[in-house]
């Protein structure tokens, strides 16, 4: 029998197509790193990518996901860490147990990947990842192409720059723990204190029903002969002498006091104003010193007593205005003090 032989030139051109073939499929085959540089301790995520891109001349079998032995050399020895093929998926075979997280798609019309994800700086090493795509060619054979990317640290200097930052890191997260319990602890303290100070205050005073964005308190006790005494009385709870500045405010005003005072004495409700000058001078506020818009005298006031220069409401005239002396008071007609506190929305 005679045997036909096959031309030298049509075996070289089968063995240059394969050739070529070889290295089109190489060139599908990539594994990208980010970062490319990692810092240890500082670097809180990295990922691995390897993808295959179909060519007309080749399908996709496999991918596979290693990383060398050694972080010094892109070497010989690789451990493998994922792979998925064709005939599992959608199922990650070979899978290590290191702790990262992965991603994969085989496709046989497009772009077939596998990724992996670390996110903890403690599981992230450096090192050569490489990314292996077995495939078939034209004719059926199989082939194993792969790329390789590097991973790697930075200087010892560098390192000891990133050793002392994390330092620092942890000395600041121990600093804001202390300030957060000192924060806690004074928070508690000025809790206590406003409970405390309310307490107080609903000891020392009767409240009103809030009338223009404000709320008047009334002195309990009779014991505040010295206005300047009862002006920081009302400063110590952060408000002020009233000073009336309407008709309508000054009946607000005389229906509370006049519902929570005794009706067996004259009392004299000392309110924001003085006057200095004497009885012929100007009624002015004794915070700010301007003179004062709003006055409603009882009848025969202001009386002409020059050490009658504060400013007040008494029973006996219907709660309308009076002088009175600031450091005196009648044994039959006790003061009382009305401070005036803005109403926080």
């Not at 301007?290 to 009882?298: E, I």
């Not at 006790?334 to 929305?345: M, N, S």
Request: proline fraction near 3%.
């Amino acid at each position: 029998m005679k045997l036909n032989s096959v031309p030298v030139s049509s075996i070289l051109i089968v063995c240059y197509y394969l050739m070529l073939s070889h290295s089109v499929l190489a060139q599908n085959a990539l594994v990208t790193a980010e970062p490319r540089s990692i810092l240890k301790g500082l670097t809180e995520s990295l990922f691995i990518n390897c993808t295959f891109n179909k060519s007309d001349d080749s399908s996709l079998v496999s991918l596979k996901l290693s990383r060398a032995l050694s972080s010094e050399t892109i070497g010989q020895g690789y451990e493998e860490l994922a792979s998925v093929n064709s005939f599992s998926a959608p199922s990650l075979g070979n899978q290590s147990h290191e702790n990262f997280t992965a991603a994969w798609s085989l496709t046989t019309t497009g772009t077939s990947f596998l990724t992996l994800t670390w996110n903890r700086s403690l599981d992230i090493k450096q090192g050569a990842y490489k990314c292996d795509a077995e495939v078939l060619n034209i004719t059926g054979q199989p082939y194993v192409v792969s790329n390789t990317a590097y991973v790697s640290g930075v200087s010892q200097e560098s390192q000891m720059l990133v050793d002392e930052i994390l330092t620092l890191r942890e000395e600041n997260k121990f600093r804001d723990a202390e300030f957060q319990s000192f924060k806690e602890l004074v928070s508690s303290f000025i809790a206590s204190w406003n409970r405390k100070m309310n307490q107080i205050q609903s000891s020392i005073f009767i409240e009103s029903l809030e009338f223009n964005g404000s709320i008047y308190q009334l002195s309990r006790a009779n014991v505040f002969d010295n206005t300047g005494i009862a002006k920081a009385v009302c400063e110590i709870f952060e408000s002020r002498l009233t000073e009336i500045e309407s008709s309508e405010e000054l009946e607000f005003v005389q229906g509370f006091v006049k519902n929570n005072t005794d009706m067996f004495y004259s009392y004299y409700i000392v309110i924001g104003g003085i006057n200095e000058g004497g009885v012929n001078g100007t009624w002015v506020s004794p915070y700010s010193n301007s003179p004062l818009g709003y006055l409603k005298w009882a009848a025969g006031y202001p009386a002409k007593n020059t050490y009658d220069t504060c400013l007040a409401l008494w029973a006996a005239v219907g709660w309308d205005m009076v002088n009175v002396n600031c450091f005196t008071e009648p044994v039959d007609a006790p003061k009382k003090i009305l401070c005036k506190h803005p109403v926080q929305k």
